[in-house]
């Protein structure tokens, strides 16, 4: 297996914005980031509840994002992994690495030589679900449901945002670790694994990996900085401008 990116020390993660009208402060992050610009941004998926590459909706509501991150990764790399919630969005930036669920998990080297895989998290589910991944991501489906959307004045869209707010996105998950233990047998062979999708802010070592699980940072915006220590790899680092929740 290749490893074909060194994450630098000081690299920014962030995971799970979910950034919607009542959860906003994603974008105070990235003000944050485009005037102190870390050597690296990697934004591991569903940063928006809503951002699909074609579906004018989402694109047109967050334009400002949008624009905000093309101008960060003008000054720094950044890496977008694209999630359940924000995908095909190689047309939506300029500037940025965008990097689909088909090129997860992305093979990297961390500051202390370890081997590291990168991916937002969902991309070894159940068959229905790969399935229906495939499927909602196909730009023939995608461009029918875009004009369905403009047709009923963005109905599709608004309802999928508001169903998304009901949920609760803090939820710890039972027998987390067991469950990531049964997982790993899909993941090609590294020394650690870090991800989002499931906002459980733990780490632990199972089956001789590493693994990292991101927290979301809308449910305490908290995002974390690359080290090189035998401690940890990802420092949680807390912006203390965004209202805690």
Known sequence: MSLNLYIQEGALFIADAHDSSERSFF???????????????????????????????????????????????????????????DFNLAKVFSHVTVV???????????????????????????LLNRCYTKAIRHPKL??????????????????????QRKKNLCKKIEDFATQIQRKLSFYPKTEVIAEGHYHQNVDFTVSSVHYVNFSSFACNQSYFSVQSSPETHFASMQLRSCPSK
């Open 27 to 85: 974008f105070d992050f990235l003000l944050h980031v485009k005037h102190n610009p870390p050597p690296q941004l990697f934004l591991m998926g569903d940063m928006f509840d809503l951002l699909v590459g074609n579906v004018d909706y989402g694109v047109e509501q967050y334009r400002p994002y949008i624009d905000l991150i093309d101008t960060i990764a003008a000054r720094c790399e950044v890496y977008y992994f694209e999630g359940n919630h």
């Open 142 to 163: 995608l461009s029918v449901l875009n004009v369905l959307d403009r047709l009923f004045s963005h109905a599709i869209s608004k309802k999928i945002q508001n169903d």
């Open 100 to 126: 689909p669920i088909e090129r997860q998990p992305l093979a990297c080297r961390l500051p202390d030589g370890r081997a590291c895989l990168l991916l937002h998290g969902d991309k070894y589910g159940t």
